[in-house]
Structures are given as structure tokens and as C-alpha cells.
């Protein structure tokens, strides 16, 4: 895994930085497709591990997320608007009707697992404050760091077109947003704190504020 900030780790992933998931501090966030389980505690052996937090409760993000909480015996967080999501595993009743969410469904979501805290505006989890920004799910989460200006923001905003994998700034797409209009007004909120370092769920890690900020801000109204 490679440091990010104080306290922040990207762990590796296949192809990299693809689907991310990051050790911030001693909670793991984000756990990628269900085949990534055994990836992802490899690389967290010997680090202390007390809990696993989700951005967001979709098929990429929640897949290894039960098998990684049994083995490491460690609670499971999420917004509270994805708890419905995260604890039944029936990812795709809370998406869009659309063919392309079955089917990453089918190849991707792990099963449910009981969440032990539903995390709120405000709340803090290993030194960031929770950010509440719905669209691209109902409780759909950022976590911000003041000290350092650094934003964890799961698929808000993606740094990589994540039907080609090709690198660049876009929303996600709209098949995988049941409120697009709300996900780019989470995107504004989150733009406004000027982050210095931009964690994505898809694509590297962004260390410009100004691109991030323009690129929000040239949004549509
Ligand atoms: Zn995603």
C-alpha cells in the first residue's frame, strides 16, 4: 500500500487504481468487488484494523465488505441512508433500472452485512469529519480532513472514465446515479472546501486543487 497523507493509505488494487480502497488511519474504507477479499487482507496484515467504513454502498465499494469484517472481526459503518443497501446486500433495488446494474450486481456485490453504526454529517471517523453527499447514492459519505485539506470522496467525482478506464475528471455516470442534479450539488459542497488532496474512488489520487475546483465549477448549472 502507498502513503497518501498522515495517516492515509492507498492499498493496492487490480488494474491500479481502479476501484480504491483506502487504511485511513486504523479504518479501512471502501472494499472494492467481492474477489477483491483476499487482495485486500493481505495488505492489511500486521496494521491495526478496528473498523470498515463504506463511501457508499454499491457493488464496487461494498463487495469483500462482510468477508472483511468477519475475518478482522471489526465493525461495519456506512451513511445511513445505505444501511438498507449495505445490510441486504440487494444493491441494485436502490439504483437505477438499468441492465448495466444488474450486471455489475451479478459480477461485483458481495452479500450483506449488519452495520453497527450509521455515520452522520459531523460525525468523525479516524481523525476526518463525515460530509453527507447524496446523488450518486442515498447516503453516499466524504470524509474531510481540515488539518490537511484532504478529501476521501468515493464516487462523487471520478478521476478515471470508469467505462474505459481512460484517467481524466467526470460525474459518474448517470446509470449509476438515481439523482444525478444532487450528486452535482454534493460535488459543489465539496469543491467549496478547496481540497489539497482528492481521494477517488476511481482513478489516482488528485493533488490540484485548481483542476478539481474548475472542474466543478464548469459544471452545468
Ligand atoms: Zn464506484
Not at 124 to 138: C, K
Amino acid at each position: 500500500m502507498k502513503q497518501l497523507a498522515d495517516g492515509l493509505h492507498q492499498l493496492a488494487g487490480f488494474p491500479p487504481n481502479a476501484i480504491n480502497v483506502y487504511l485511513m488511519g486504523d479504518v479501512v474504507v471502501d472494499a472494492a468487488s467481492r474477489h477483491a477479499a483476499r487482495r485486500i487482507l493481505r495488505q492489511l496484515r500486521g496494521k491495526r484494523v478496528a473498523a470498515h467504513a463504506l463511501t457508499h454502498a454499491h457493488p464496487d465499494h461494498q463487495g469483500s465488505s462482510a468477508r472483511l469484517c468477519r475475518e478482522l472481526g471489526i465493525p461495519y459503518w456506512c451513511g445511513a441512508g445505505d444501511v438498507a443497501a449495505a445490510e441486504s446486500g440487494d444493491i441494485v433495488r436502490y439504483q437505477p433500472d438499468r441492465p448495466i446494474n444488474q450486471v455489475m450486481h451479478r459480477l461485483m456485490s458481495g452479500p450483506g452485512h449488519p452495520v453497527d453504526r450509521s455515520l452522520r454529517e459531523g460525525d468523525e471517523v479516524a481523525g476526518f469529519t463525515v460530509v453527507e453527499v447524496p446523488g450518486h447514492s442515498a447516503g453516499h459519505l466524504a470524509y474531510w480532513r481540515e488539518g490537511d485539506r484532504t478529501l476521501v470522496l468515493g464516487d462523487v467525482i471520478n478521476n478515471m472514465d470508469v467505462r474505459t478506464g481512460i484517467p481524466g475528471l467526470h460525474e459518474p455516470p448517470a446509470a449509476f446515479t438515481p439523482d444525478p442534479a444532487r450528486n452535482r450539488a454534493s460535488a459543489r459542497r465539496l469543491a467549496a472546501l478547496e481540497p489539497a488532496l482528492v481521494c477517488f474512488g476511481h482513478g489516482t489520487p488528485l493533488r490540484d486543487t485548481a483542476r478539481f475546483v474548475d472542474f466543478v465549477a464548469a459544471l452545468p448549472e
